[in-house]
């Protein structure tokens, strides 16, 4: 997640299996497999405890260390140790409660919308600072009235809509969402952008945040911290005495690049200074 200003937010952690014979397998094909079995449980806890874990060897950049945003499960949400479970990983690993996001599905926190905002508010209280993303908001099946009394702190706009913003019946969703997100008082990050307009729309419509390959593909997580580093190099001359001399002499160029993520990022980094200094 990128703001506004080119700062990197936070790194969304996915799981990826590399198995031995079948190459790449898909989480699409792996986590359904680990619902129906329970096997969630065990591997869960491992990818929050190891996101956590590698978390902490990012470099710290202008004194602030990005944040680390895990996905929870349906079935790992409703659990009733999961709170004891994310308090033994933030034990084990050391990491600063303040420095977590735990992104949940509207439809996750809707089976059971009483004891969803217990949990929430009990993660939030035994862990201060910890933040709750609703993940790929407007897809899901939310009830308005809920929503104002859930702990969360972020809505995720689902990539659906972003990748069809050109639509539009898609961008009067997308606005009323903002509007929604604002209204509510909650930070809005606007998920899988890829293009030039679509990041200078949510820059325009007040988002917080942003992410998707515009800014980086995925990467895998012995890459992230040289990924921070260059990003914070890129965002640091970006915001110096040279700044303007260098986007004027170094036009963007969103298309049809072959960049690996580094280039990626500190292109966007100057982008998003560029359309703030626009405003
Ligand atoms: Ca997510």
Redesign the pocket.
């Known amino acids: 997640m990128v703001s506004e200003s080119g700062a990197t937010l936070a790194m969304?952690a996915l799981l990826r299996w590399n198995h031995p014979t079948q190459g790449q397998i898909p989480p699409s094909r792996f986590i359904p497999v680990a619902e129906e079995t329970g096997m969630i449980m065990p591997l869960g806890s491992w990818a929050i405890e190891t996101a956590f874990r590698q978390a902490q060897l990012w470099p710290v950049i202008d004194g602030v260390a990005p944040a680390v945003?895990v996905?929870l499960s349906a079935r790992q949400f409703e659990r009733s140790d999961l709170v004891e479970s994310i308090g033994s990983a933030i034990g084990r690993t050391g990491i600063d409660p303040a420095r977590i996001i735990l992104?949940i599905t509207e439809t996750c926190v809707m089976n059971s919308p009483e004891r969803s905002i217990q949990t929430l508010q009990t993660l939030k209280n035994r862990f201060p600072g910890l933040s709750v993303a609703i993940?790929?908001f407007g897809t899901g099946y939310s009830s308005l009235s809920y929503l104002t009394r859930l702990p969360v702190d972020i809505l995720?706009i689902d990539i659906s809509f972003v990748s069809r913003l050109a639509e539009a019946g898609h961008e009067k969703i997308v606005r009323a969402i903002i509007n929604l997100g604002h209204s509510l008082g909650l930070r809005l990050v606007a998920e899988g952008v890829e293009t030039e307009e679509q990041l200078r729309y949510f820059v325009d419509n007040g988002c917080y945040a942003f992410q998707g390959h515009y800014f980086s593909v995925p990467v895998v997580a012995e890459a992230v911290g040289a990924l921070l580093s260059s990003a914070g190099d890129s965002a640091a001359a970006a915001g110096g005495p040279g700044a303007a001399q260098d986007r004027s002499g170094n036009p963007v160029d969103a298309a049809g690049s072959v960049d690996g993520p580094a280039e990626h990022s500190s292109r966007a980094n100057r982008l998003i200074r560029g359309a703030s200094a626009a405003q």
Do not use: C, G, M, P
């Open positions: 969304e945003s996905n992104e993940d790929d995720k």
